[in-house]
């Protein structure tokens, strides 16, 4: 069985892993030049995180992951408003949590792919005809599965099934990262998730190894469309936000070095045209308020993969694939438009202090798992309940 990848982000080396254990023949294609460097520090839990044990991967999870002892928001004065000791998400999660950047869990699973699996970067799908993709390089390939794992911004998708507008919906937000060096700012937040406590706008900065500081943010915006410059609208959206924050945009890369998007989901009626499918952002992105869309990219790769190994066709696969996930990805979904979205970017001072009242909260006894359980639900189907 020959299948082939459009995108060599989390999901679609997640899924050419299974495959090619499964014995299939993997074409994974990606535009862009190489791994991306750029990305922003997740906490990864839930439905991937069991994939990445069913996967034989949770060691090296933890192998790539940042350490993390405290969360805490600070005031303009750099004042903390408030601090949690990480350990308390990870005792309601059952140790089942890693803090890790994006790169670096793209990193691990590129590491671990087979040798057999062929792929190819500076390339892309061209075209689709019923089970041939025509590639960017000129290369044609007949192959019995066509996957689309290239984000929420797919060509795949919209190859296959149209226009991006029919699918994404904003959620009135922009979001970007970056990386630089400053042992002193690094000294500040070594250890640490340190936010910015402020309204429809946040940073946040992580210390990771070799006195680099990761940064990320999101602020609210009617506009959808992304800037020419990323840099000169990071400066913009997020002065005057206290000294942490402005040293941390002194040290704004090159905007070729800068990540930044909108803050969006897909919604789609099907995820399936014959043998062509989407898995992760492509399919059905959370958005990055929801704060899972990793997992549910490497659990839903996990998922098709062992969907096809078990049918008696591709077709079966999918469909079945399909069945199982989507109600899944679309409970995520809801949760971030209806109750996450105020939680994680207040618009009012009200909501700013039921905010940092709630995270007072987890560290009163009894009712630490009663407050984490909402940003860290675990209420849902296992992987394996999933596959049974």
């Known amino acids: 069985m020959k299948a082939v990848i459009c ?18 023949n993997v074409h994974l294609v990606d535009h862009a030049p190489g791994p991306r460097a750029q990305g922003y520090m997740i906490d990864f839990f839930g439905p991937g995180y069991e994939a990445l044990a069913a996967m034989g991967l949770a060691a090296e999870l ?14 303009d004065y750099g004042r903390t408003t408030v601090s949690i000791d990480y350990g308390l998400f990870s005792k309601a999660l059952d140790g089942e949590i890693a803090s890790v950047m994006r790169p670096a869990l793209e990193q691990m699973l590129h ?49 296959a099934f149209g226009p991006e507008q029919d699918y994404l919906r904003y959620l009135g937000m922009h ?13 500040q937040v070594r250890g640490q998730f340190v936010l910015t406590e402020t309204l429809n706008r946040q940073m946040g900065f992580y210390g990771l190894t070799g006195d680099r500081v990761a940064v990320f943010a999101v602020h609210r915006t009617p506009d959808p469309a992304l800037p020419d410059d990323p840099r ?22 090159a905007p070729d070095q800068i990540y930044y998007d909108q803050v969006a989901q897909i919604r789609m009626p099907r995820w399936s045209d ?14 990055l308020i929801a704060g899972q869309g990793a997992s549910l990219g490497v659990a839903g790769a996990y998922l098709l993969a062992e969907c096809l190994h078990h049918a008696s066709s591709v077709p079966e696969g999918i469909a079945e694939y399909e069945r199982r996930w989507r109600p899944v ?7 971030a438009r209806d109750r996450v979205t105020e939680w994680f970017l207040p618009r009012t001072p009200a909501k700013l202090l039921l905010r940092r009242w709630g995270f007072r909260a987890m560290r009163l006894p009894g009712l ?16 394996a309940e999933l596959l049974a």
């Open 329 to 335: 990805v679309g409970e995520v979904q809801d949760s």
């Open 62 to 75: 933890r192998r790539f992951a940042s350490p993390v002892k405290e969360f805490r928001y600070i005031d």
């Open 175 to 187: 979001t970007g990262a970056y990386l630089f060096t400053d042992p002193e700012l690094y000294a």
């Open 232 to 253: 000169a609208a990071f400066r913009t959206a997020y002065a005057g936000m206290g000294e942490l924050a402005d040293r941390a945009l002194a040290h704004c890369p």
């Open 111 to 159: 590491e671990h792919l087979g040798d057999t699996i062929d792929l190819r970067y500076r390339t892309t799908v061209e075209r689709i005809e019923a089970n041939r993709a025509h590639l960017s390089d000129g290369t044609v390939i007949d192959a019995d599965l066509i996957v689309g794992a290239d984000g929420v911004h797919s060509r795949v998708r919209a190859l």
């Open 274 to 287: 014959g043998a062509t499918t989407l898995v992760g952002d492509a399919a059905g992105a959370v958005s």
């Open 368 to 383: 630490d798992r009663l407050m984490v359980g909402p940003l860290f639900p675990k209420g849902r189907k296992t992987v």
């Open 7 to 24: 995108g060599a982000g989390i999901a679609g080396l997640a899924l050419a892993h299974r495959l090619d254990h499964h014995g299939w």
